[in-house]
């Protein structure tokens, strides 16, 4: 008794083999957003690599490492004010790596702005306040829960495929036998005369 | 002025942690308070825009909501093209709650 506190949550164990070589990039030019959130994303999610950018120009830079997450701060000129923006970040990487997915952090609560960035394609926006890095921790969650359906449903659409190349492999194997090849079957043997 | 409750909910109740997010904040925070001021100095709105909005942010991480929102009001009245009155006014207000709360930041790191 008393010792379940000790035994391996299954919950987070599935969690866990799900962000298995999960790469993530960070990406926002304060470098106290930065820390805190990768603090808190690597004691949430085991086994993924985190990496930190301050700039939009560097995280395209580094896309051809095709990061599974980007988390990306929607105002990144807010310090320089001719870096790219970063709409005109999530524009890039829909185009260069369209199969990485964008959560935007904005330090705005407006509508308007979420309604720009989810057409953008983006696949969540986040108002940076207390409950932030809860929700992007839920958010990367659900990136992959999305990737792990999308990964059985190809699976299984393999297996539909199989099975129905292999019935019709058997299907045309039978009529090539039934025309082609009657002595092979004793009842067209004996209606063809052969026996 | 100082909610540590949400720095704490932010830290998933460890203090230690907390602690370090305290101090990652009072490490980087001086510098843009200098910027603050002499952007207030030079009637520099767009730079005062630029810093309230990323002071903002870090405010209602450490719990300075009233802060964050008087930093908010700084932000919207310094997105104008000109040098807005009340403007120097509101920059003054924004820095004397900073270095409040910072105080009250401290005293919470160091107990």
Redesign the interface.
Known sequence: MGNSGNLPNPDKRNQTAQMKNLLIFLVD?????N??LR??LASELDDATIEVMETGERCLAQLERKPDVVVLDY?LS??Q?SALNGLQVLEEIRIKHPSAEVIMLS?QDKLDVAVEIMKNGAFDYVV???T??LRVTSSIRKVMASRKLKRQLAATKRLVGFVIAGFVAIVAFCLIVWFFIPEWIPERRIRLGLD | MVNTS?VL??A?GDRE?AV??VN??LN?VEPQLTLLRESEANRDA?QIK?TA??L???A??M?MSSVASHLERLEQLAAGESWPDGLSESTHEAIDMMEKAIGELRQFAES
């Open positions: 030019d304060d470098a106290m957003q820390q805190m603090d808190h105002n807010s310090r004010s330090g940076k306040s207390e932030a890095f | 949400t909910q932010l998933r942690r370090s997010y990652a904040f980087g767009a630029r909005h990323s903002k942010s870090q209602r991480y719990g």
